[in-house]
Every structure is written in C-alpha cells, then in structure tokens.
C-alpha cells in the first residue's frame, strides 16, 4: 500500500506542500510558505519526511536534530506527526518513526524525546508500540513566551 516514505530535501517542495495542505490542514488551518519551508531546511538539522501513496503525501513527520554540549551525541525531537483520517490505524506513522530513528542510528543519536498530551490517547500508544519509554511521573509541562 504504501509507495515509499521519505526525507524530503528542497528538490521535494510539491510534496511537502501537498503534506502541510492536505494532511495538516485535515485537522488545523495552517499556513506556510516556500521561503519559510525552503528556510526550514536549509539545515540539515531540520527533517522533514513524507509517505506516500500513488504518489500522494497521505501522511508527515517533522524532527528536529538538537546538538548537545555535555556529549559529542546528539538528539531528535519528534515535533509532529500526522496521518489523513482514512489512512489511520495502518502502521503509516510507526513506520515513518522506524525511518526516523534508522537515520538517527547512522547519525549517532543518543535518544529521540516525543512531546505529546496525556490525554492523546492514539498518540501515546503510537510511541508505545515503537519501544518509546512512559514517563515515570506525567506532570511535564512546557511553557511558551511569544515575542
């Protein structure tokens, strides 16, 4: 079923568009930009994967690579994953998070860090089935300041 799942680079602009207006914007308005995407991942530390198919975006990934300076191994934060409805619950997000954690083995990552809420039940048990670790304690919370 499915065709492939892939990085994506600038020469995959048509995909990511695609997988930001149709995949994303199944659940949240959202808006982007080619110079905010072609921004985005001008660093390789930026990931940006797809899974596709017939050639359609049906479902994303978006990972972050964060350096570190206590070791010389680095990080993932899995930031976003997302799924079009009628292609849930088929292993398409579990295995766009194995091809996630397969490049970060030949980066050398030390750990990937998934935030997620408690209360997203299908999200929790997502990250359970790849082998992802339950906090002991579920009180983290993260703040935000907006400029």
């Known amino acids: 079923m499915i065709e492939k799942i892939f990085k994506c680079g600038i020469g995959e602009m048509s995909y990511i568009k695609d997988a930001i207006s149709n995949v994303k914007g199944e659940e949240d308005l959202c808006f982007f930009s080619e110079a905010a995407i072609e921004k985005f991942l001008s660093s390789g530390d930026n990931w940006f994967y797809v899974a596709t198919v017939d050639n359609k975006p049906v479902a ?3 990972a972050y690579v964060q350096r570190r ?3 010389t191994k680095n ?3 899995l930031y976003e ?3 079009l409805k009628c292609y849930r619950k088929m292993g398409i997000a579990k295995r766009i998070i194995e091809k996630i954690i397969e490049d970060g083995k030949l980066q050398e990552v030390m750990k990937i860090w998934i935030p997620t809420n ?3 039940e ?3 048990a997502l990250y359970r089935s790849i082998g992802a670790e339950e906090p002991e304690v579920k009180d983290e919370i993260i ?3 907006r400029y």
């Open 122 to 124: 299908a999200a929790c």
């Open 81 to 83: 994953i997302g799924t």
């Open 75 to 77: 990080m993932i934060c």
């Open 143 to 145: 703040y935000s300041y």
């Open 69 to 71: 300076l206590d070791t």
């Open 60 to 62: 994303y990934a978006i």
């Open 118 to 120: 408690i209360s997203n």
